[in-house]
């Protein structure tokens, strides 16, 4: 180990010379750990000591993954658990080059007791596998490392049945490969693949502990820095080993830069001082040879797709949402390139364990959300060495298509956020890498700011108005630029902004951003212009959240006057300008109206949308929550329970309009006399909105004074 650097090593041997005899059939029981438990592969160890017991079935058992997955591992392990009971009769053979497997495969032949001069006669394959089948006693053939498995074939065809390596009739006898293809049409069906994924987190954090030591961080710390090693067993080993050596130096021999913990590891990686840290190397060679096999196997579109991958974001990929022929089609790399194209290229590197397909990690756990789109992953090593800014530009151009409204629907609507969840993270990571894009045509930037600003929509419809303010703040600063101060696409991002300033609760900001927003379109189009209209009817909401009623009042009027004649009573826009100017009622005291009003929108929303909509559920809260002012709790409480029972199916426990009708609800019940219940809900409300918007936010103060009006009246 140099100073600040992991040393990576691995022995190479030569060819033997035609007629060598010097052979070893032994295991390389060194490498194996004898004092740090394999972790993670408990139920496939299992498996394969059952295939050495009476009754195997004589298949070819295909250990395959990723470089450093642990194949060899679980290998060493499985002859360890047996070396009792198999003695002589383990067999390990390198697979990696043609001679030296040749030479092993000849050398177990000789150790069957088949005499010289069929051994090395051509036909010594068939009384070979003739001879393992009729076995009497239980055997083990490793084959380890094969890179290439046609080097299996020989004298005839691997995934037939007539190659070096055969499926046997012994029901005790194991053959078991280690490789990183996973193509089942190469090994064929007398082969049964075992797929080595990445450890869980759980596991991989332990792997670290083992190496490293318990004084290296804390659990999380460890999580942190498996996640970042992808959960690859050979590269948390190395982690962690490096860190022990580092802790075991003497102070006055460690550099500076030279991280002693899980913490100062993973800041190191993204640095530049951390790359001779990167276990990527690891793997690197692997990878290429992977990539030459493809492209011998007419995958000729596999190094350009894998880097295009490596070009999105450290998430799942949904490749249907993004990966479209007629926008890859003509790109370098992608000549000629169509679906099926796609798909095939796709399958072959998740057959070599550079990407793989999994479901996408959403964080919605309502059971009406849509699923999220099936999606492919490439391991984060891989991306470290396949990343390139060649392809972000195209990337811009794919999420922008891949994210307008067309193709999946508004990030506002509750049945699209599991398209969104996974979209939203491969958009926002353009807007980190927009200095790169400032060389790109300004089509693209501007392809790229638009992916940008709807992936800000949908994380301030998940109520999540800080990340989508900072999104949105960057946002503007890109229209800017591209467009000037007045473009419409500049007016567009900063009313979404002002949108997110006013659920943080920067009322102010939001007040003079959207006034700005309403004054420069109804100056450039005029006062009913459709953006003009939505800009002030979004003014008079944060009027009324300000506590100036009657400024509220006289914006939403002219609003719902204006969206009646242009667009009609029942236009989604007039209802909603109807709907706030009924808030602003309510809280003027003017009930009656307020209720009125209410009535209106919610006949049209319940026959246009149904009673579980979310905009049909804000208007059944507010009807609770006027019963509520109105000291009809016998109908407030159960309305309340109703709309809440609704919105955590539909949104979320967390969403904001979830938590307004818990507040609402826990204030019902506290004054009902149900105090349990009451402090379960408010505290919930506290707790959400304290963790998603600060503790000296309004609602999360309101929330807080409730808690408090219960506590003492129960003191």
């Known amino acids: 180990m140099a100073a600040g650097h992991l040393q990576v090593g691995q022995l190479v041997m030569a060819a033997p010379s035609p007629g060598m005899r010097v052979m070893t059939l032994a295991a390389p029981m060194g490498l194996r750990h004898p004092q740090r438990p394999l972790r993670g592969r408990t139920a496939l160890l299992d498996e394969l000591r059952q295939q050495c017991g009476e009754g195997g079935d004589g298949q070819l058992h295909v250990l395959h993954g990723l470089s450093g997955s642990g194949k060899t591992a679980v290998a060493l392990e499985l002859v360890h658990a047996l070396r009792a009971r198999f003695g002589p009769y383990t067999w390990w053979i390198d697979g990696r080059q043609a001679a030296l497997f040749e030479s092993g495969l000849r050398a177990v032949a000789r150790r069957l007791g088949i005499p010289d001069n069929l051994v090395e006669a051509g036909e010594v394959i068939d009384v070979l596998w003739l001879r393992l089948s009729q076995a009497e006693r239980p055997w083990l053939l490793v084959v380890d490392g094969v890179s290439d498995p046609s080097v299996l074939d020989g004298p005839g065809h691997l995934a037939a049945g007539t190659g070096w390596i055969r499926p046997h009739s012994c029901p005790f006898g194991l053959v078991l490969i280690t490789t990183h293809d996973g193509t089942k049409d190469v090994w064929g069906s007398a082969a049964r693949l075992h797929s080595m994924p990445p450890l869980t987190e759980r596991e991989a954090a332990q792997v670290l502990f083992d190496h490293a030591g318990p004084d290296a961080g804390s659990w999380s710390d460890a999580v942190r820095l498996a996640r970042r ?342 236009h989604a826009h007039t209802l909603s300008a109807r709907h706030e100017l009924a808030r602003v009622l309510h809280d003027l005291g003017r009930w009656a ?11 049209v929303r319940r026959r246009e949308l149904g009673d579980n909509h979310p905009r049909t559920l804000t208007v059944l809260h507010n009807l609770a929550c006027l019963a509520q002012d109105e000291g009809r709790l016998e109908v407030a409480v159960p309305q309340l329970r109703s709309v809440y029972s609704a919105r955590v199916r539909a949104l979320g426990l967390a969403h904001s309009q979830t938590l307004s009708t818990a507040y609402r609800l826990g204030c019902a019940l506290r004054d009902t006399g149900d105090r349990v219940e009451a402090h379960s809900l408010l505290q919930q409300v506290y707790t959400d909105l304290a963790s998603s918007l600060g503790d000296s936010h309004a609602h999360a103060r309101r929330a807080a004074e409730a808690l408090r009006s219960l506590t003492a009246a129960s003191g």
């Open 593 to 603: 109206e307020a209720r009125d009003h209410y009535g209106q929108v919610l006949q």
């Open 229 to 570: 090693l992808g959960s690859l067993p050979l590269a948390l080993r190395m982690a962690g080993s490096y860190l022990a050596e580092v802790s075991a130096m003497p102070d006055a021999f460690r550099d500076a830069e030279m991280p002693a913990e899980f913490s100062a590891f993973v800041q190191a990686l993204d640095e530049p001082v951390g790359h001779g840290l990167n276990p990527a190397p690891v793997i690197a060679d692997m990878w290429r040879l992977a990539l030459d096999m493809l492209d011998r196997r007419g995958f000729k579109y596999a190094s350009a797709m894998l880097e295009l991958l490596c070009s999105f974001a450290d998430a799942p990929i949904p490749y249907a949402l993004v990966l479209r022929p007629a926008l890859l089609e003509g790109q370098p790399g992608f000549e000629k390139i169509d679906g099926g194209a796609i798909w095939q290229t796709l399958r072959a590197l998740a057959a070599l364990s550079l990407i793989e397909f999994c479901d996408a990690e959403g964080d919605d756990p309502s059971k009406a959300v849509s699923e999220a789109p099936v999606s492919v992953r490439v391991h984060p090593l891989i991306r470290d060495l396949g990343g390139s800014r060649r392809y972000l530009p195209l990337v811009a151009v794919l999420l922008e298509r891949a994210c307008s409204i067309e193709q999946i629907g508004k990030p506002e609507e509750p049945v699209t956020w599991g398209a969104w969840s996974t979209l939203a993270p491969h958009a926002v990571r353009l807007a980190e890498q927009e200095a790169v894009l400032g060389d790109a045509s300004c089509g693209v930037q501007a392809a790229a700011a638009e992916a940008v600003e709807m992936a800000g929509r949908f994380l301030l419809a998940r109520s999540l108005p800080r990340q989508a303010g900072a999104v949105f703040e960057r946002v503007v600063e890109w229209r800017v630029r591209l467009g000037g101060p007045t473009a419409p696409e500049t007016l567009t991002a900063q009313h979404n902004l002002a949108g997110a300033l006013h659920d943080m609760g920067d009322l102010d900001r939001a007040e003079a951003v959207f006034r700005n927003v309403w004054q420069s379109h109804r100056t450039a189009r005029g006062e009913t212009f459709a953006h003009a209209l939505t800009a002030r009817h979004e003014l008079g909401r944060v009027l009324h959240d300000m506590g100036r009623l009657s400024d509220a009042q006289e914006h939403l009027c002219a609003v719902l006057e204006s969206q009646r004649q242009v667009k009609g009573a029942e």
